[in-house]
């Protein structure tokens, strides 16, 4: 899966949590970013790959099942969609609707059930007051997929963050799962 | 214990559970994270005695080492890039004064242009400084490797370099299986110098030598550097023994025992080829690879033996001789003369191009069918580079070759004014 945003939202982050996620549930997983300008409010990508089995390939996904734009105002500036099947999974920050981001069209003929969105960037207001959504989306993300179950998700968050901010994206995380599960 | 770890921290574990009495260093991408790790864990006491020494260049950072380990310390340092080549001087003299220095360089490319991203470039302009190259395939061999470089150093009063793919490794989340402390300071026995500062003991290290002896000694190093080809396999499989693992060695081969085909590799590049040869397999075609994982000393008997029998051999590099072509694909032509085997050398990414699936993809369908030179770029963009030697040479003041070709790919605005 390929992970899109802006430097300062947790791209790397939220790449590294799911493999971490992944792992205590058992199975490998591999993260890994594409450094570039990676300077606050440039855009960002990271990776993560999940497989029973050992993985030794070391090369960027070009042709990911699944998707997360942290940041929809990359939608018109960063080939966000690029590789992507027509039945890959993909999550977008947002509240507005495909048609009002302008990608309506881009998406017919797509699974319409695997195109979804969530108010990432507001749940992150509301539980961290932070406009933070990386650890978010990841909540999301394990309710559109079931890649990963939520509470490894929460293992991963609480892992890397100890004590209340934990919980509070925890709390997050189970929000935009259930939002995304509705 | 398994752990889902950064590369740059699994070494840090790795480096911490030798422990090294002196750590130097400077921070360079992609290493920083490396020598980050190893600062916090000296000052909260997890690493003691060890003395963390921050210094203002990478010159300093091998001047250090040096020192501490002519003092009788174990010594540590990290670099990548120009980092290296700043130290270069100092490198030659830790390998010559046979000190047991273990570093780890993040490979990454050098300028100009200047790139952060990886490579080979950097760890093989210093092939022939008299330092031991090793290679990792992944970030488990990474911190395994550490481990039995210090073994190996100490054995032979000779420095070693743990070649770690910057970025794609020191940077990538893996599952690691953390070694125990306990087992790393029973296969890892206490520093033992060779030779010492010591002031109830006066000797000079570093003494001038003139033409009577400057050969003799120089001819040692390479007499080390030989007998570490029989002590890194037996290091080896000593590891292998106390962690249940296999990591380094010499070569390692992949589907080689039939292949007619054989594609040869170092680093983190491995696993990608490896994935290609067994889609290649499933199809009935015979190819296999081969991991040279220490490449200074060159091990030309196991690559000769490992190699003999295939008709055409790959090298897949990361880094060459400017003006003549590959360097691995020359020291792999060395151990096959007088066999008739077609070695063909493919440079490949470059400053951090990435290397796919697809591209070998390609390639190895254009050496079956014999369509492979010598020499090849894989996915060099060659119009754009037609384009530039055409801008060059059309007169006035074509301006520096970065600028047009980031120009050309729409990568910089044009120029304002």
Redesign the interface.
Known sequence: MRIHGRGGQGVVTAAELLSVAAFNEGRHAQAFPSFGSERTGAPVVSFCRIDDRPIRAHEPISEPDALIVQDPTLLHQVDLFGGLRSDGFVLINTSRSLADLGIAEFFEGHHSERVLRVPATDIAREHLGRPLPNAVLLGGFAAMTRAVSLDAVAGAIRERFPGALGDRNVNAARNAFEYVDA | M?K?E?GSQAVAHAVAMCRPEVICAYPISPQTHIVEGLSDRVRRGDLSPCEFVSVESEFAAMSVAIGASAAGARAYTATASQGLLYMAEALYNASGLGLPIVMTVANRAIGAPIN??NDHSDSMSQRDSGWIQLYAE?NQEALDLHVQAFKLAEELSLPVMVCV?G???T?????VDLPAQEQVDAFLPAFEPRQMLDPADPVTIGAMVGPEAYFEVKYLMHAKQLDALDRIPRIASEFEEAFGRSSGGLVRGYRTEDAETIVVALG?????I??VVDELREQGVKIGALGIKCFRPYPLDEVRAALARAGRVIVLEKAWAIGVGGIVGQNVRLALSGLPVSVHDVIAGLGGR?????SLRALFADALADRLGPLSFLDLKRDVVERELERQTAGGRPGPHAENILKELGVVAARSH
Do not use: C, N, Y
């Not at chain 2, 940077?171 to 599952?175: G, K």
């Open positions: 398994l889902q950064e952060i991203w992944s793919d970025f794609i490794l940077h990538a989340f893996e599952r983190s590049v491995l696993g990608t490896e994935d990435p290397i796919t699936k697809r």
